[in-house]
């Protein structure tokens, strides 16, 4: 008998797991805090072990297969507490070749410097990875659901009015984040969590299991230039010349190796969600850019980071429309992640012309999707995705306008392009 939780909403990666467990001897959930992976995980085990309790750390650091139950798959919370669990697990799973025996979930990725030495095998084969976000609007109910990316590319999407949903409740979304606690939150508390998340980040996070001693100071500077920076191209060095001019103090990020230093505990906490660069056959092929568009794994924590309300991104509609495109496109993540595939974004930097996301899927087609908060300028998207289409060598299977404050899924009768409100959004 599963351990689900009551109140527990089903997550897209539920198939994923529950499929891995039967080809695999264990599979890792891997993700930032609060995104659900105990609940998740929960939801297909039949026993569970906290390694976050002293008495079981103790007991694992003794001998990892003293932790062990009959009742399996047996779920190991925050397993990377005591890395050797890591191949004790391995080896039980090669001892019968039995399948679904664990699920391990982690919210820090163990480095070679500490930790990663006591893992002696990688666990291919027998230890699936599988990676988990934030929740998506589908996920959290505030999608309806009717236009799927996939039901697109088949042609089956059906046109016709739907929810309206106001500029000011997708404010409200981009506050409250993908955080599963924080879903039925009142109005007025949508900001606790995600600025909990940032304030525990820096307090205490960023320092767990690191052999480093690093600033809350700069890294408190770092996530407010990547939140300035959300949705972006922007470069290590702009950043540094972003902190330069908004923030004051005897500690300033001066190089880039700092960056890239405090980037990468960001990145070990699964918080980076960085979209790469596409590469495609186009007109200018030579001048295709190669920079990822910035991200942190969910908008909420950029607006936490910038003190963004509701009533602010209202009055800031330039700031409002890049957080906008960054919540589109955590969601794009997770759906093409859910069919296998692949989120990216492209840019010609000759001519400037730009995707601000592909879909690339497992059989290796692609969608091309623009992203505008409000309907005023769907007719720019489509000239510009039109663009496009006319100078890439491999065409998009469909293409795709999604919007903010529209209140019907339609189609371009002349280009055949979607249009599609992102609160009508699925995989």
Same mark, same amino acid.
């Given at each position: 008998m599963s351990l689900t939780k009551e109140g527990y909403k089903p997550r897209l990666i539920d198939e994923k797991v529950a499929r891995y467990l039967r080809v695999f001897g264990a599979v890792s959930i891997e993700g930032p805090k609060w995104c659900g992976k105990t609940w998740t995980s929960l939801n297909h085990a039949n026993s569970v072990t906290y390694m976050t309790e002293k008495s079981v750390r103790d007991l694992a650091k003794v001998d990892p !297969?003293?932790?062990?139950? +009959? &009742? $399996?798959?047996?779920?190991?919370?925050?397993?990377?507490?005591?890395?050797?669990?890591?191949?004790?697990? %391995?080896? &039980?799973?090669?001892?019968?070749?039995?399948?679904?025996?664990?699920?391990?979930?982690?919210?820090?990725?163990?480095? !070679?410097? $500490?930790?990663?030495?006591?893992?002696?095998?990688?666990?291919?084969? %027998?230890?699936?990875?599988?990676?988990?976000?934030?929740?998506?609007l589908y996920e959290s109910g505030d999608s309806t659901g009717e236009a799927s990316i996939l039901e697109m590319r088949e042609g089956k999407v059906q046109e016709g009015f739907v929810r309206k949903v106001e500029l000011d409740e997708i404010a409200r979304l981009l506050v409250r984040g993908g955080w599963p606690e924080n879903i039925d939150m009142a109005e007025e508390d949508i900001g606790i969590i995600p600025e909990s998340y940032i304030e525990a980040v820096i307090t205490k996070d960023m320092h767990e299991r690191q052999t480093k001693k690093r600033s809350p100071q700069k890294m408190r500077m770092l996530i407010k230039a990547l939140a300035r920076h959300e949705a972006s191209l922007a470069g290590d060095q702009t950043l540094i010349k972003d902190i330069e001019e908004y923030e004051t103090g005897d500690e300033l990020i001066e190089s880039r190796a700092t960056v890239a230093d405090y980037t990468s505990v960001l990145d070990s906490l699964y918080l980076i969600a960085n979209q790469e660069a596409y590469s495609i056959h186009y007109r200018s092929s030579k001048r295709i850019g190669k920079s990822a568009k910035r991200h942190l794994v969910d908008p909420s924590l950029s607006c936490a980071s910038l003190q963004l309300t509701t009533e602010k991104l209202m009055n800031d509609h330039d700031t409002f429309g890049l957080m906008f495109e960054a919540l589109v496109e955590r969601d794009l993540r997770i759906y093409a992640e859910y069919h296998e595939g692949?989120?990216?974004?492209?840019?010609?930097?000759?001519?400037?012309?730009?995707?601000?996301?592909?879909?690339?899927?497992?059989?290796?087609?692609?969608?091309?999707?623009?992203?505008?908060?409000?309907?005023? %300028?769907?007719? &720019?998207?489509?000239?510009?995705?039109? +663009?496009?289409? &006319?100078?890439?060598?491999?065409?998009?299977?469909?293409?795709?306008?999604?919007?903010?404050?529209?209140?019907?899924?339609?189609?371009?009768?002349?280009?055949?392009?979607?249009?599609?409100?992102?609160?009508?959004? $699925?995989?």
């Open positions: !297969k003293y932790i062990f139950t +009959k &009742e $399996r798959p047996q779920l190991i919370d925050e397993w990377q507490v005591v890395p050797e669990v890591w191949d004790a697990i %391995r080896h &039980e799973c090669d001892s019968d070749h039995e399948k679904g025996k664990f699920i391990l979930t982690g919210s820090t990725s163990l480095k !070679k410097k $500490r930790g990663e030495e006591k893992v002696y095998h990688s666990g291919t084969g %027998r230890i699936a990875p599988i990676r988990m976000h934030p929740m998506s692949h989120l990216y974004h492209f840019r010609d930097n000759a001519s400037g012309d730009e995707v601000d996301a592909i879909v690339e899927f497992k059989d290796g087609e692609y969608a091309a999707f623009e992203i505008k908060l409000c309907d005023g %300028r769907i007719q &720019e998207a489509i000239q510009g995705l039109s +663009k496009f289409y &006319e100078n890439v060598e491999k065409k998009p299977v469909y293409m795709c306008v999604i919007v903010g404050h529209l209140e019907a899924v339609m189609r371009d009768p002349k280009t055949g392009i979607f249009i599609v409100p992102l609160t009508s959004l $699925r995989p």
